[in-house]
């Protein structure tokens, strides 16, 4: 049998979404768009920075994206602290993003 021991919620809490929810929702966002943006990101310098054909180093950059896609969302939810996954993940996605516009247009 099941007896819950827990107090009362105030009335004043009741309505606002608790610290874990919130950091949950921002888990999720940043798994998502974030993990997106990070994949994009990454798949389009490996794109630009292999040597070779540009259709070959395209598909390559394409085919590894989804792995970093998923590795990153994984990795989203395993770490303990959500303010290294929120730096790591959208730095990652800012800095390649820089160093993108930065190399410009591959020749």
Known sequence: ???DRRQPQPASRQGRPSRRGTAMAVRCVTALVGGYAFA???A???ARLLPGDRAEATGWGLTLSFLF???IGLWCFHERRLARVVAITWGVA???GGL???LGVRP
């Open 69 to 71: 896609y998923a590795a």
């Open 100 to 102: 993108l516009w930065l």
């Open 94 to 96: 800012l800095a390649g």
């Open 44 to 46: 389009t310098l490996i």
């Open 40 to 42: 994009a990101v990454v």
């Open 1 to 3: 049998m099941f007896i």
